[in-house]
């Protein structure tokens, strides 16, 4: 397992929104990711009041949550975490790995959203990472996870033109699909509101529905609900909301 350290720095190196909180925060306001979550927790546990957010970058989605929920949020990028107490100074948010970190807290509901499960890619890392989730659960509590269930394969890049702090950027945004790592690579290139260039290259472990059925069961949870991330009936990918209860 690589040191948390090394691990914060390869991402950061690697990935234009860890080193430029404020464009992370904008360019995702409006992911709905928060909502979902605390809908599925209605849904399936709607006496829960404390929550545990393994993965929370910024806090974007832990501020919405924290409305309803006592929250706790933890993640492994500490300029993501200096931000979150910049700009988000109420909230309860510490820097630490989803591999080994130990709150001594158990939660009615646990969360890992924003694809942060996908960063893992070592199949021991993942089972740690569910070992993880389960030391925080009560007995009863919830986990919901988003994550990538299918690659985004295309044969082209795709350009957008997205709203930044700065002025509108311009990005062109490629994929590759290895199918014997299960590892989806998003290469973006960007032209800033500034005139100047940027080059990221993020890549995420594919989970197949039955591979998260197989980890949530090992580590103690029996999944309840998968729903599409799209917000659609189903599941068609790329990603998906996956909801299971702990059973120990």
């Not at 994550?147 to 945004?173: K, L, M, N, Q, W």
Request: hydrophobic residues 40%; contains cysteine; charged residues 25%.
């Amino acid at each position: 397992m690589t040191s948390p350290d090394v691990e914060a720095e390869r991402m950061e190196a690697t990935n234009l929104f860890y080193r430029d909180p404020a464009l992370y925060d904008a360019i995702q306001s409006d992911s709905g990711s928060a909502e979902a979550c605390q809908a599925l927790i209605e849904r399936h546990r709607p006496d829960a009041t404390t929550l545990v957010d393994f993965g929370c970058g910024t806090g974007r989605d832990l501020e919405i949550l924290a409305k309803r929920f006592d929250c706790v949020g933890v993640d492994l990028q500490t300029g993501l975490v200096d931000y979150a107490h910049r700009v988000r100074s109420g909230l309860d948010i510490r820097a630490g790995d989803m591999r080994t970190v130990r709150l001594q807290q158990r939660m009615d509901a646990v969360t890992c959203l924003g694809n942060s499960l996908a960063y893992l890619h070592d199949n021991d890392e993942i089972s740690q990472a569910f070992a993880t989730f389960a030391a925080h659960a009560r007995p009863g509590a919830l986990l919901v996870l988003c994550s990538p269930v299918a690659p985004i394969i295309r044969p082209e890049p795709i350009s957008a033109v997205v709203e930044t702090p700065d002025g509108p950027a311009r990005v062109a945004i490629g994929y590759e699909w290895d199918l014997r790592t299960q590892i989806n690579t998003m290469h973006r290139r960007w032209v800033l509101a500034s005139g100047s260039d940027a080059q990221d290259e993020i890549r995420r472990r594919v989970l197949f529905p039955r591979e998260l059925e197989r980890y949530a069961s090992a580590a103690g949870f029996e999944i309840v609900d998968m729903v599409d991330g799209s917000g659609g009936t189903g599941l068609s990918g790329p990603t998906a909301y996956t909801v299971a209860r702990y059973t120990r």
